[in-house]
Nanobody, 121 residues
Framework: QVQLVESGGGLVQPGGSLRLSCAASGSIFSIVVMGWYRQAPGKQRELVAIMPTGGTTNYADSVKGRFIIARDNANNTVYLQMNSLKPEDTAVYYC???????????????WGQGTQAVVSS
């Protein structure tokens, strides 16, 4: 079984920064993609940033230039550095990973439990 454990959410003032972390653990053969989604109250879950292994990183237009995604492949960890935060960035942030459990197996998507980020004065 695979677990994604997030940390780093909290309350921050507009213009401030937060750094989210997500560590994947369990029977992992390889990780195809790691990334972050978010869901604001009353809204659908949306992509924030995604980083395929060996591929091109994609960001939502709303966070380009402010958020940075990074991976530590040796430790199956993904980070999201969030700078110049705005009240509209308030949401539950979910880690997402596409993982192969063994060689030749189809990749499967997994979600973390979510971590709350609140941007407010």
């Amino acid at each position: 079984q695979v677990q994604l454990v997030e940390s780093g959410g909290g309350l921050v003032q507009p213009g401030g920064s937060l750094r989210l972390s997500c560590a994947a653990s369990g029977s992992i053969f390889s990780i195809v993609v790691m990334g972050w989604y978010r869901q604001a109250p009353g809204k659908q879950r949306e992509l924030v940033a995604i980083m395929p292994t060996g591929g091109t990183t994609n960001y939502a237009d709303s966070v380009k230039g402010r958020f940075i995604i990074a991976r530590d492949n040796a430790n199956n960890t993904v980070y999201l550095q969030m700078n110049s935060l705005k009240p509209e960035d308030t949401a539950v942030y979910y880690c997402y990973a596409v993982i192969r459990l063994r060689t030749g197996a189809p990749p499967v998507g997994y979600w973390g439990q979510g971590t709350q980020a609140v941007v407010s004065s």
